[in-house]
């Protein structure tokens, strides 16, 4: 069962640009998470917000989360070639007494040089 | 600290075939949790080890299996290969003491690239 699911699937902009990627879920969270992906290896965690936050930085990135739309964004800006990967958003479903961290099917974004 | 460590890198199978993987998580860590990734069916769960116990479980068949030991290593077995078995399989080890908590955070390794032929 897929939680969250990213849109855009695929983006491709300029270095320097800025990417916007959202994630919406179906049911209620305590946190989110974003993750970064390049290609065939394994994910790296970017940031985590809390269901109590709405807006959190580290970096050149910038997420938000809106409980009440069940949905988060990841702003990504002055972006450069190396940002160049798939991003998963992920959130806890508990589901027959078991939890599990599902992610989304991730978005692809390619910075082009 | 070393991170999460996954061996073998590459492993080529045929059908009928069962398969061990290997999963050394970062020291201090005791959650290790496995997710099998495909093209097709994206990242999923597969289960989650605690201090030595299956904590969590993914909608995966009975041919999947897992082990933790005392170390906190832990291993994934998968029996009776398929085709459809044919993935990018990732380990990833937390802290934290429950998934929803906000100190799970998921450091992964490499992956071992399984080809069923």
């Known amino acids: 069962s897929q939680q969250g699911e990213e849109d855009p699937q695929a983006l491709s902009i300029q270095e320097g640009e800025n990417a916007t990627m959202n994630c919406s879920y179906k049911t209620s969270i305590n946190n989110l998470q974003w993750y970064r992906q390049n290609s065939g290896r394994g994910l790296v965690h970017l940031i985590l917000?809390?269901?109590?936050?709405r807006e959190k930085h580290s970096g050149r990135l910038r997420v938000t989360l809106d409980t009440s739309k069940k949905s988060s964004s990841l702003l990504i800006t002055a972006s450069r070639a190396a940002d160049t990967a798939s991003y998963f958003c992920a959130t806890v479903l508990r589901e027959g007494g078991s939890e599990k961290l599902v992610f989304g099917k991730g978005m692809k974004l390619t910075v082009n040089p | 600290k070393a991170g999460v460590t996954q061996t073998p890198r590459y492993l080529i199978k045929t059908r009928g075939q069962q398969v061990t993987l290997s999963c050394s998580p970062i020291s201090g860590h005791r959650s290790v949790s496995w997710y099998q990734q495909t093209p097709g069916q994206g990242l999923q769960f597969l289960f989650e080890y605690f201090s030595e116990t299956q904590r969590n479980k993914g909608n995966f068949p009975g041919r999947f299996s897992g082990r933790q030991f005392s170390n906190s290593r832990s291993e994934m077995n998968v029996s009776t290969l398929e085709l459809g078995d044919s993935a990018l399989y990732l380990c990833a080890s937390s802290l934290a003491v429950s998934l929803a908590g906000a100190k799970n955070i998921q450091y992964f390794g490499a992956g071992t690239r399984l080809s069923v032929l």
């Open positions: 917000i809390r269901s109590n936050e």
